[in-house]
């Protein structure tokens, strides 16, 4: 089956410092990524949707100049958590869509990252 | 209302015992997602269907899109089957976002 990576699967930081995460479709292209976030003991939230080539779309209420995100090539998004904060703590995860006719579309999701911010 | 139910939230069972995950949406999608999440947090596509039924080793998973209802079946359930279990549908007219179920926490006791 299709393989999504997330690089790294933890990490922790200091207050004020940036985090990038990769997000790689390893055995297809990905037109689209998802980036979401998940808060213990909640569900998925989805903060923005990547297209490759494009500007992402964010979810209101997301921050796009604090959630960077960048779709350079068909198999690798980044997203990059500018000046974390505490708050910013959470269990990031992407997802990867294929195309697979018609106007249904699977969905392959990464392992996920923590980030903790101190 | 969620768009997106699941039932029954939280779920234990004994070794062996099979398992029955419900969903049930309310607006018309074109496929439905399955997924299982460790408590590591990892997330693991099981399956993604559109009609009938799908099986990969002891997992079963049905969809009656006239009913708007999901199931999925995990046949001679193991302690490592233990996870929380999220159907997810894709919303919108390009199916761009999936709107997530509340999940169900499966415990499988030895």
């Known amino acids: 089956g299709a393989v999504v990576s997330q690089h790294p699967s933890w990490v922790i930081c200091k207050s004020g410092t940036s985090v990038k995460i990769e997000c790689r479709s390893l055995?297809?292209?990905?037109?689209?990524m998802f980036w979401y976030r998940q808060f213990p003991k909640q569900s998925l939230m989805l903060m923005a949707t990547?297209?490759?080539?494009?500007?992402?779309?964010?979810e209101q209420g997301v921050e796009k100049d604090k959630f960077l995100i960048n779709h350079a090539s068909l198999t690798l998004s980044t997203l990059t958590v500018t000046s974390a904060h505490p708050e910013d703590s959470s269990f990031y995860i992407c997802s990867a869509r294929i195309r697979a006719g018609g106007v249904s579309y699977e969905q392959y999701f990464g392992p996920g990252t923590r980030l903790t911010v101190t | 209302k969620n768009e997106v139910e699941q039932s029954p939230q939280n779920l234990t069972a004994q070794e062996g015992e099979f398992i029955t995950i419900n969903c049930s949406y309310s607006v018309g999608i074109s496929a439905l997602h399955w997924l299982q999440q460790h408590p590591g947090g990892g997330i693991v596509s099981l399956f993604m269907?559109?009609?009938g039924k799908k099986k990969h080793g002891r997992l079963i998973a049905t969809i009656n899109i006239q009913e708007k209802h999901s199931s999925l079946h995990i046949t001679a359930s193991h302690p490592r089957d233990s996870a929380v279990y999220i159907c997810?549908?894709?919303?919108?007219?390009?199916?761009?976002?999936?709107?997530f179920g509340g999940g169900t926490r499966v415990l499988v006791k030895p």
């Open positions: 055995d297809f292209q990905a037109t689209t």
């Open positions: 997810a549908a894709p919303v919108g007219t390009a199916g761009n976002k999936l709107t």
């Open positions: 269907l559109s009609s």
């Open positions: 990547s297209n490759e080539g494009s500007k992402a779309t964010y």
